[in-house]
């Protein structure tokens, strides 16, 4: 089955940074996403960064671009969100989740929709 698990949340001051991992598990092949969504209180979730398993592309949100770095670990089967200059607006719940694509179709990070599998969520928290 496949599983995601998030991990690297926590308390932060204002102005660090922090890096969220992404543990995947349950894929025989390479043919899927993953994208990092974040919930603030009382607010909807949305999607902020998505990278390809299957070629070379990314996606942010217009509101963390220059400041948040997706990364992938192909051998560890991992994904990672470095968080830099951080504010008290990225204090949310974050999750990873994977959008797969047919065997032989790379994945892309077109569409916000159509992720499948979820992740339990790790809170940040931004405070001085």
């Known amino acids: 089955q496949v599983q995601l698990v998030e991990s690297g949340g926590g308390l932060v001051q204002p102005g660090g940074s922090l890096t969220l991992s992404c543990a995947v598990s349950?894929?025989?092949?390479?043919?899927?996403?993953i994208g990092w969504f974040r919930q603030p209180p009382g607010k909807e979730r949305e999607r902020i960064s998505c990278i390809s398993m299957s070629e070379d592309s990314t996606w942010y949100a217009d509101s963390v671009k220059g400041r948040f770095t997706i990364s992938r670990d192909k051998p560890k089967n991992t994904v990672y969100l470095q968080m830099n200059s951080l504010t008290s607006a990225a204090t949310a719940v974050y999750y990873c989740?994977?959008?797969?694509?047919?065997?032989?179709?790379?994945?892309?990070?077109?569409?916000?929709?159509?992720?499948?599998?979820w992740g339990q969520g790790t809170q940040v928290t931004v405070s001085s």
């Open positions: 349950g894929f025989s092949l390479d043919y899927y996403a």
């Open positions: 989740a994977s959008y797969s694509a047919l065997p032989y179709y790379h994945a892309r990070c077109d569409f916000p929709d159509g992720y499948d599998f």
